[in-house]
């Protein structure tokens, strides 16, 4: 089993939350934006929403400036 | 032969985009030249939020001139448009985009432009926006200060919401904003708008 990670495939950890997975991706940027299968998930549940099997997910930075 | 084709198809273009609504968050470097880029396709109307007033040290990047210093940046987008085509509907609306309720002006948008400035904003703005209109194409840009590498840009899909996206630009509290990637990627912006509202039809 296994996890896509903006297009990357890695392995899957039961019970893994999105805060466990950017821990994991070694992703330190304060403020991304994390879709599960196309779903938005805000960012005050990345402590508790537990990554499904198989998920496509995928991960970007927001930057400032505009 | 060639040069009628082209016309029918940029007369087909014009009718379709001014039948549709554009909804812009900000009306800085990145909102000011997309709404400019939108309103010469022929976006019909065109809503845009901003609270700020033009400063001279806007004017390096920001579609507006030295006669709307002090002035409401959406009042004078307003204007500029006018200039460009009267036909277009600007609809300016002066208000500081406040957490919990951002979504407020996009209810009549068929796609939603983030041109927002700190990534804390734009963030929350994706957020409620995703959550509120889970069916409008939103579309975001992360990593416009700098200059050069411009190849680095893509643009990113996650389901409904595109990201015009450089993921090793700096921060703009720690580099330069310059006209030259404000604008190309204010424009890309606009440009996957059009696609988006033509994509049915291309």
């Known amino acids: ?66 | 032969m060639v040069t009628l084709m082209q016309d029918e198809k940029q007369e087909y273009i014009r009718k379709i985009l001014h039948s549709h609504t554009v909804g812009i968050a900000g009306a800085g470097g990145l909102g000011s030249n997309a709404a400019v880029s939108l309103a010469r396709s022929g976006v019909g109307h065109i809503i845009v939020v901003d609270f700020d007033v033009v400063e001279k040290s806007n004017l390096n990047r920001q579609y507006y001139f030295q006669e709307h210093i002090g002035k409401q940046k959406v009042t004078a987008l307003q204007e500029i448009i006018k200039k460009i085509d009267p036909s277009i509907t600007c609809t300016p609306i002066i208000q500081r985009l406040q957490p919990g309720s951002m979504t407020t002006y996009f209810k009549e948008a068929d796609v939603i432009i983030e041109a927002l400035d700190a990534a804390r904003i734009k963030t929350q703005f994706i957020e409620e926006i995703q959550k509120e209109f889970p069916n409008t194409p939103l579309i975001a840009a992360s990593g416009v200060a700098g200059y050069g590498q411009m190849n680095r840009i893509t643009t990113r899909k996650l389901g409904n919401l595109y990201v015009c996206y450089d993921p090793q630009a700096k921060s703009s509290d720690d580099d330069v904003l310059m006209a030259s990637k404000v604008s190309v990627m204010a424009n890309w912006q606009a440009d996957i708008a059009i696609e988006i509202l033509l994509g049915a039809t291309q």
């Open chain 1, 1 to 66: 089993m296994s996890l896509q990670v903006n297009n990357k495939s890695i392995t899957y950890i039961q019970d893994e939350t999105v805060s466990d997975l950017l821990k994991r991706m070694n992703f330190t940027f304060p403020l991304v934006v994390v879709k599960i299968n196309k779903t938005l998930i805000p960012r005050d549940s990345y402590k508790t929403t537990i990554i499904p099997k198989d998920a496509a997910i995928q991960i970007i930075h927001m930057i400032s400036g505009g």
